[in-house]
């Protein structure tokens, strides 16, 4: 089947259509937090919530058979000043000319949201607490500099959640989480001291869910209203159904499968209403939705082409929300992006094959949409059929960027040592762009980005930034008087150890904050173990509660400079430290012999133990350290080399490297080799990203490499794709996703964006349109290097 003129055409309005800025839900939450002055805040949260059902636009498109947007635009972005305020203040202005992300803002929102909105806000965000109570000192390397990030963490919504379909959404619907909770709060008692938070709790739920129904009513009511004025017969039909449909979802439920798609929506919309989330995954979707499917075909009561066809409508309902963030967080996370993660095949819990029919739909809709959401996700595992691996292989060979594919069993075992259980350990689905997670988890998998290659600068310039001459880290003596490698790599252990010091004290700080003004009952609505507890996320209701990820930026540059360092220098004795110090500080100009010794050095990602063994004492180090802290929960913090947009940023405030690499240059991703580095086969990078030890890293680790497109054309060229891929999980790998359009393609929509509007392209850990991206970060994407043979 290709995309019916449908699907085409809500497709074409999703590609040429800006993101537009709404302000509807932040009223609605405004003029509901004044009217609830004084009450517990988890309370003044589900309030607002259902206040914000009863209250946005209800707009159904033309075409639509699966409804609902969070506000008045078809492609809307909302604000969230409970989170931060001061940010938008300061930016809404350039919103539509900003170089990355850019928002469609009338002058009249503007003036509305400045004199109606951020006014009730001063002084009550998150933002404004984090920022008060943290100090100059962490202020200084660890606030919008690009050495170490956490704001996402400060100025937006938390997300990182994949709701419990399978215990607690599809089998209760909103009327059943309902009723749970009142007869839990007939089982309390105001007058028992450690009941009262529980009814709070449980009061709030009461408000998630009766917002959930209203939402859906309303749905249902403009549907029956927009039937009795359409005049085309099979529009009118369509209509009564989508009224029936909203009638009993999400009340109820699902009984079929386009009712269970139209739930699964109604879900991560009011997750969208809730905070905006970043990373709010659907999960594990063909082991939930199978069962719905094979009923209903078993009835007579659908086909495939039919049931594609409601799962071409989900895919392009993700992708119509835009993430609304700072120009600084969307320097880390460019394109649009907001990681909703859905994840396919694997195994299920008692070991056998967990592929289905959904599982290869997914696949389908994915290569005919060529949305950038939602993000998919394969896991395979060694027996997995070989129709899966290659519909996978496949879907690679379109050059989108998708699937990111993942280790099965590396997966499990990331989660096995944060001690999960077995049987959820074995369900696990993937979170963000490529971090191991569970429906049952409480966890920031994108708390604090940190760069290696900062704390080798701040080594080797006496604790200052190379480009601004300030002391940002911990004062170092004079590089020139560095006598041996040892003592190189004790100045580097010195500064990321003060990195890492300041990104736990941020986060540690957030989660004060969040605990005590960023209750989450929605989310928590989705979480078997909050609702019996009657506890909310933030208090550690969940199952698992998983310490903040850190997230490594700049293995391969850091390791690369180390190794030309050990070998020019120390081992050759070619050039002295100093010589080094004078050339990355003059960007190379004027050294340019010394640049091209340093280029020829041995380079990660080409299965070299020189240069490979040097970042695997890195990585090392950088689990010891991080996970020697615990946060506020009492969890230790976790390590990640995952893959946004992070090594563009990270690299633009940072002078040159040793490595050859000239200053405000990018850095690089995950254990990915470094632009341009990876000279040898792909086999050879896959070699050298697989000395890592993946299962200790349980944020996750991802490898980001190109392909030539005439290695993936032809079957027997898939298979042999497929047979690596094996190999690498075999020996310990995690992920992999690959990037195959060729630079001519690349360039051309560089020069004519008109004509590549859909064009897909793999950022990170995520896809995103093309021409949806900064030029900085499309030049980056072309300068990987291409692997011509496997």
């Given at each position: 089947?290709?995309?019916?003129?449908?699907?085409?055409?809500?497709?074409?309005?999703?590609?040429?259509?800006?993101?537009h800025?709404?302000?509807?839900?932040?009223?609605s939450w405004?003029?509901?937090?004044?009217?609830?002055?004084?009450l517990?805040?988890?309370?003044?949260?589900?309030?607002?919530?259902?206040?914000t059902?009863?209250?946005i636009?209800?707009?159904?498109?033309?075409?639509?058979?699966?409804?609902?947007?969070?506000?008045?635009f078809?492609?809307t972005?909302?604000?969230?000043p409970?989170?931060?305020?001061?940010?938008i203040?300061e930016?809404?202005?350039?919103?539509?000319e900003?170089k990355?992300?850019?928002?469609?803002?009338?002058r009249?929102?503007?003036?509305?949201?400045?004199?109606?909105?951020?006014?009730?806000?001063?002084?009550?965000?998150?933002?404004?607490?984090f920022?008060?109570?943290?100090?100059?000192e962490t202020?200084?390397?660890?606030v919008?500099t690009?050495?170490?990030?956490?704001d996402?963490?400060?100025r937006?919504?938390?997300g990182?959640?994949?709701?419990?379909?399978i215990?607690?959404l599809?089998?209760k619907?909103?009327?059943?989480?309902?009723?749970?909770?009142?007869m839990?709060l007939?089982?309390?008692?105001?007058?028992?001291?450690?009941?009262?938070?529980k009814i709070?709790f449980?009061?709030?739920i009461?408000?998630?869910?009766?917002?959930?129904?209203?939402?859906?009513s309303?749905?249902?009511?403009?549907?029956?209203?927009?039937?009795?004025e359409?005049t085309?017969?099979?529009?009118?039909?369509?209509l009564?159904e989508?009224?029936?449909?909203?009638?009993?979802?999400?009340?109820?439920p699902p009984?079929?499968?386009?009712?269970a798609?139209?739930?699964v929506?109604?879900v991560?919309?009011?997750?969208?209403?809730?905070e905006n989330?970043?990373?709010?995954?659907?999960?594990?979707?063909?082991?939930y939705m199978?069962?719905y499917?094979?009923?209903?075909l078993?009835a007579?009561a659908?086909?495939y082409?039919?049931?594609l066809?409601?799962?071409?409508?989900?895919?392009?309902?993700?992708?119509?929300?835009?993430?609304?963030?700072?120009?600084?967080t969307?320097?880390?996370?460019?394109?649009?992006?907001?990681?909703?993660?859905?994840?396919?095949?694997?195994?299920?819990v008692d070991?056998?094959d967990?592929?289905?029919?959904i599982s290869?739909?997914?696949?389908?809709?994915?290569?005919?949409?060529?949305?950038?959401?939602?993000?998919l996700?394969c896991?395979?595992?060694p027996?997995?059929?070989?129709?899966?691996?290659?519909?996978?292989?496949?879907?690679?060979?379109?050059g989108?960027?998708?699937p990111?594919?993942?280790?099965?069993r590396?997966g499990?075992?990331?989660l096995?040592?944060?001690?999960?259980?077995?049987?959820?350990?074995?369900?696990?689905n993937n979170c963000g762009?490529?971090?191991?997670?569970?429906?049952?988890?409480?966890q920031?998998?994108?708390?604090?980005?940190?760069?290696?290659?900062?704390?080798?600068?701040f080594?080797l310039?006496?604790?200052?930034?190379?480009?601004?001459?300030?002391?940002?880290?911990?004062?170092?003596?004079?590089?020139k008087?560095f006598?041996s490698?040892?003592?190189v790599m004790?100045?580097?252990?010195k500064q990321?150890?003060?990195?890492?010091?300041?990104?736990?004290?941020?986060?540690?700080?957030?989660?004060?904050?969040?605990?005590?003004?960023?209750h989450?009952?929605?989310?928590?609505a989705?979480n078997e173990?909050?609702?019996?507890?009657?506890?909310d996320?933030?208090?550690?209701?969940?199952?698992?509660?998983?310490?903040?990820?850190?997230?490594g930026?700049?293995?391969?540059v850091?390791?690369?400079s180390?190794?030309?360092?050990?070998?020019?220098?120390?081992?050759?004795?070619?050039?002295?430290?100093?010589?080094?110090?004078?050339?990355i500080?003059?960007d190379?100009?004027?050294?340019?012999?010394l640049?091209?010794?340093a280029?020829a050095c041995?380079?990660?990602?080409?299965?070299?133990?020189?240069?490979?063994?040097?970042a695997?004492?890195?990585?090392?180090?950088?689990?010891?350290?991080?996970?020697a802290?615990k946060?506020?929960?009492?969890?230790?913090?976790v390590t990640a080399?995952?893959?946004?947009?992070?090594?563009?940023?990270t690299?633009?405030?940072l002078g040159a490297?040793?490595?050859?690499?000239?200053?405000k240059?990018p850095?690089?991703?995950?254990v990915?080799?470094?632009?341009?580095?990876?000279t040898?086969?792909c086999?050879?990078a896959?070699?050298?990203?697989?000395?890592?030890?993946?299962?200790i890293h349980s944020?996750?680790?991802?490898?980001?490499?190109?392909?030539?497109?005439?290695?993936?054309?032809?079957?027997r060229?898939?298979?042999?794709?497929?047979?690596?891929?094996?190999?690498y999980?075999?020996?310990?790998?995690?992920?992999?996703?690959?990037n195959?359009?060729?630079?001519d393609?690349?360039?051309d929509?560089?020069?004519?964006?008109?004509k590549?509007?859909?064009?897909?392209?793999?950022v990170?850990?995520?896809?995103?349109?093309?021409t949806?991206?900064?030029?900085?970060m499309?030049?980056s994407?072309?300068?990987?290097?291409?692997h011509?043979?496997f």
């Amino acid at each position: 089947m290709t995309m019916t003129k449908r699907i085409e055409k809500i497709r074409d309005n999703y590609v040429n259509t800006k993101p537009h800025i709404s302000y509807e839900r932040a009223w609605s939450w405004t003029k509901s937090f004044k009217e609830s002055e004084g009450l517990p805040h988890i309370l003044r949260v589900g309030k607002a919530f259902k206040a914000t059902c009863e209250e946005i636009s209800v707009n159904i498109w033309e075409g639509e058979l699966i409804v609902g947007t969070s506000g008045e635009f078809r492609k809307t972005a909302i604000l969230t000043p409970e989170f931060g305020w001061q940010w938008i203040d300061e930016e809404i202005d350039t919103f539509p000319e900003r170089k990355q992300d850019p928002y469609d803002v009338t002058r009249g929102q503007v003036q509305f949201i400045r004199e109606n909105i951020f006014p009730y806000w001063k002084g009550k965000s998150v933002e404004e607490a984090f920022l008060v109570r943290t100090s100059d000192e962490t202020k200084k390397i660890g606030v919008d500099t690009g050495f170490l990030d956490t704001d996402s963490k400060w100025r937006n919504g938390i997300g990182e959640i994949s709701p419990d379909y399978i215990d607690v959404l599809l089998p209760k619907g909103y009327a059943g989480i309902k009723k749970d909770a009142e007869m839990h709060l007939a089982q309390l008692d105001e007058a028992v001291a450690e009941d009262k938070k529980k009814i709070d709790f449980y009061k709030s739920i009461v408000l998630i869910a009766e917002g959930m129904m209203i939402l859906g009513s309303r749905y249902a009511e403009k549907a029956r209203e927009m039937a009795t004025e359409e005049t085309d017969p099979l529009r009118k039909k369509e209509l009564e159904e989508i009224a029936e449909i909203c009638t009993h979802v999400p009340a109820n439920p699902p009984k079929n499968f386009r009712e269970a798609i139209q739930f699964v929506w109604f879900v991560q919309l009011g997750g969208i209403l809730s905070e905006n989330p970043l990373a709010w995954n659907p999960g594990r979707f063909d082991q939930y939705m199978y069962p719905y499917y094979e009923a209903d075909l078993k009835a007579g009561a659908i086909d495939y082409d039919t049931a594609l066809e409601y799962v071409q409508c989900l895919w392009l309902k993700y992708s119509e929300w835009a993430w609304t963030i700072s120009k600084n967080t969307a320097s880390f996370f460019a394109g649009y992006t907001n990681f909703e993660n859905l994840t396919i095949g694997g195994t299920k819990v008692d070991g056998t094959d967990a592929t289905n029919a959904i599982s290869y739909m997914a696949i389908q809709a994915t290569k005919e949409c060529m949305t950038h959401q939602p993000t998919l996700s394969c896991r395979i595992h060694p027996d997995c059929p070989t129709e899966f691996m290659e519909a996978v292989t496949e879907l690679v060979s379109t050059g989108c960027g998708f699937p990111a594919i993942h280790g099965d069993r590396t997966g499990y075992q990331m989660l096995s040592n944060l001690n999960y259980e077995p049987e959820d350990a074995k369900d696990w689905n993937n979170c963000g762009c490529v971090v191991p997670h569970s429906r049952k988890t409480f966890q920031w998998t994108s708390a604090a980005s940190i760069s290696f290659a900062a704390a080798l600068e701040f080594a080797l310039n006496e604790g200052k930034s190379r480009l601004s001459g300030q002391s940002v880290s911990l004062h170092e003596k004079d590089p020139k008087t560095f006598t041996s490698f040892d003592e190189v790599m004790a100045a580097w252990k010195k500064q990321f150890k003060y990195m890492v010091k300041q990104g736990v004290i941020s986060l540690i700080t957030a989660q004060e904050i969040h605990r005590e003004i960023g209750h989450r009952p929605f989310m928590s609505a989705c979480n078997e173990s909050c609702l019996e507890k009657g506890q909310d996320l933030v208090d550690g209701g969940a199952k698992y509660n998983i310490g903040p990820v850190f997230t490594g930026v700049g293995l391969s540059v850091t390791a690369n400079s180390l190794a030309v360092i050990k070998k020019l220098v120390f081992d050759q004795g070619k050039y002295t430290l100093s010589d080094m110090i004078d050339a990355i500080n003059a960007d190379w100009e004027g050294y340019e012999n010394l640049r091209q010794e340093a280029l020829a050095c041995p380079k990660y990602g080409n299965d070299d133990a020189y240069v490979d063994a040097i970042a695997k004492s890195l990585e090392s180090f950088f689990y010891d350290e991080v996970t020697a802290h615990k946060d506020l929960y009492g969890n230790r913090f976790v390590t990640a080399f995952m893959g946004i947009s992070n090594y563009l940023p990270t690299g633009k405030v940072l002078g040159a490297t040793p490595d050859g690499r000239y200053a405000k240059d990018p850095i690089s991703e995950g254990v990915s080799p470094y632009t341009g580095t990876d000279t040898s086969t792909c086999l050879a990078a896959l070699r050298s990203a697989a000395k890592m030890e993946h299962d200790i890293h349980s944020g996750g680790t991802l490898l980001n490499l190109r392909l030539n497109q005439d290695l993936v054309k032809t079957k027997r060229g898939r298979s042999n794709l497929g047979a690596m891929l094996q190999s690498y999980f075999a020996i310990g790998g995690f992920h992999v996703q690959f990037n195959c359009i060729s630079n001519d393609v690349l360039l051309d929509a560089q020069k004519h964006p008109e004509k590549y509007r859909s064009l897909l392209v793999r950022v990170a850990g995520y896809s995103a349109q093309f021409t949806n991206l900064s030029k900085e970060m499309q030049d980056s994407i072309m300068a990987r290097n291409v692997h011509e043979a496997f």
